[in-house]
């Protein structure tokens, strides 16, 4: 299943579970680490995930539509890095080690395995799913120019009620982007399609604003 096809059932999911509104909204900030994979840190290394971590902090704002589907608005700014000991054999690369630093722009759509209420005390948490897509700036590592690309977004998280007005949840998202160029290395008759990931996890604290427009939340 390509990236496509996978995002059409992701909002096929969203569309069928639309019942019962919430309407709630949260705005917070986030704070965790950030990393890359691509040419400096291989996909098959069995630490590629966890592989020299940035730090990583943000800004979001929720809208919590129903129990069981939200939107989330993010801004998020994050550092990379990878080293020449990672290249494989038959890559060029145009530096011994690379650092760079990611800015991105995102909207994603959150489906919450378990009926959730942001703010209401007996929704405990509730493990969720998210996808969606953003926009994001980065310095080549090469010649520091600034790029914008376009990144597809993935992940999974937890949710979890704290008091009456403040939530909070931990996440991870990979991002697959459309561009080979955050590292500065350079395949030999490889696969230009072969792009570069990077990925957000950490910690998210949000303060509840409830809609008050709609009658149908007690909360």
């Known amino acids: 299943m390509n990236r496509h096809k996978a995002f059409l059932v992701f909002a096929f999911l969203m569309i069928n579970l639309s019942g019962g509104f919430t309407q709630t909204y949260e705005v917070g900030i986030f704070g965790g680490a950030s990393n890359?994979?691509?040419?400096?840190?291989?996909?098959?290394?069995?630490?590629?995930?966890?592989?020299?971590?940035?730090?990583?902090?943000?800004?979001?704002?929720?809208?919590?539509?129903?129990?069981?589907?939200?939107l989330r608005l993010s801004a998020l700014y994050?550092?990379?890095?990878?080293?020449?000991?990672?290249?494989?054999a038959g890559y060029i690369p145009g530096q011994q080690l690379?650092?760079?630093?990611?800015?991105?722009?995102?909207?994603?759509?959150?489906?919450?395995?378990?009926?959730?209420?942001?703010?209401?005390?007996?929704?405990?948490?509730?493990p969720y799913i998210f996808g969606g897509s953003g926009g994001f700036v980065f310095n080549h590592a090469d010649d520091g120019y600034k790029f914008r690309r376009l990144s597809?977004?993935?992940?999974?998280?937890?949710?979890?009620?704290?008091?009456?007005?403040?939530?909070?949840g931990v996440d991870w998202g990979m991002r697959s982007t459309t561009t080979n160029k955050l590292d500065g290395v350079y395949p030999v008759g490889?696969?230009?399609k072969n792009n570069d990931w990077y990925a957000f996890s950490g910690i998210h604290v949000t303060i509840r604003f409830k809609d008050r427009s709609s009658a149908v939340c007690p909360y």
């Open 78 to 88: 994050g550092e990379i890095s990878g080293s020449y000991e990672n290249v494989p």
């Open 190 to 192: 490889g696969n230009p």
């Open 98 to 126: 690379f650092s760079t630093t990611v800015t991105e722009l995102s909207l994603k759509g959150e489906v919450n395995f378990l009926p959730y209420v942001a703010g209401d005390p007996s929704s405990r948490f509730t």
């Open 36 to 70: 890359y994979l691509g040419d400096m840190n291989p996909y098959y290394n069995p630490s590629s995930l966890i592989y020299k971590p940035g730090l990583a902090g943000g800004l979001l704002a929720r809208y919590n539509h129903t129990k069981h589907l939200s």
């Open 152 to 168: 597809y977004i993935f992940g999974l998280g937890v949710k979890l009620h704290v008091t009456k007005a403040v939530n909070a």
